[in-house]
């Protein structure tokens, strides 16, 4: 189970954590969904992990973070690096969303479970949102097949666990983000080396 892994490589993950590039790249996409947003406005972290570093760099740049994970010693973690957040030990596919937000991320966390939960959360965010509040996604996966096909997802071992992705052909990615009620701002790879990993900041309509 996709908690389980998590739980089994938290210490690892958190250990091992580099400031690279691609972080730097991360935390470009969030500043720009950040943008123009008033001091103190309420995110949404879908899928925080242990906090570092996009809910520490949010909560840095003078928001508040609501934070949810289904991984204990993730959270645990991040109570150490973020204590200033408000941490849901949950599964985003079930989480009750019950506060407004102005902004939510959900980066690299949509692709750990199965497709045909994708749009269901990308709608249960829209109504958690304020109006016209901005979304930062990342989707993709390579091997993801039409609508209608059946994909088994695929699998890959980090620090000695193994971990599920599931998705949707990028097209149809972005037609299920639209149908969610959202309107595309940005799509584009971010990663062509990470199965052709895409960035998305989309805004409610």
């Given at each position: 189970m996709l908690q389980n892994s998590y739980d089994r490589i938290a210490d690892e993950w958190h250990g091992n954590f580099?400031?690279?590039?691609?972080?730097?790249?991360?935390?470009?996409?969030?500043?720009?969904?950040?943008?123009?947003?008033?001091?103190?406005?309420?995110?949404?972290?879908?899928?925080?992990?242990t906090g570092n570093p996009i809910a520490r760099h949010v909560i840095d740049r003078g928001f508040r973070v609501f934070g949810v994970d289904q991984s204990q010693k993730m959270l645990a973690i991040a109570k150490r690096i973020i204590p200033e957040a408000e941490l849901i030990h949950a599964d985003i596919i079930d989480v009750q969303l019950t506060k407004k937000f102005t902004a939510a991320i959900m980066w690299d966390s949509v692709f750990h479970v199965r497709r045909e939960h994708h749009e269901p959360i990308y709608r249960k965010v829209a109504e958690a949102l304020e109006p016209r509040g901005r979304m930062l996604l990342s989707v993709g996966g390579e091997g993801a097949e039409s609508l209608d096909s059946p994909f088994p997802g695929l699998t890959s071992q980090?620090?000695?666990?193994?971990?599920?992705?599931?998705?949707?052909?990028?097209?149809?990615?972005?037609?299920?983000?639209?149908?969610?009620?959202?309107?595309?701002?940005?799509?584009?790879?971010?990663?062509?080396?990470?199965?052709?990993?895409?960035?998305?900041?989309?805004?409610?309509?």
């Open positions: 580099i400031h690279d590039a691609r972080v730097d790249r991360t935390l470009g996409y969030v500043d720009r969904v950040l943008e123009g947003l008033p001091p103190g406005a309420k995110i949404l972290d879908l899928g925080c992990g980090m620090y000695g666990a193994t971990f599920f992705y599931d998705a949707f052909e990028p097209r149809l990615a972005r037609e299920l983000v639209e149908r969610a009620g959202f309107e595309i701002e940005l799509w584009e790879v971010d990663d062509p080396s990470s199965h052709g990993h895409i960035a998305v900041i989309a805004r409610k309509t």
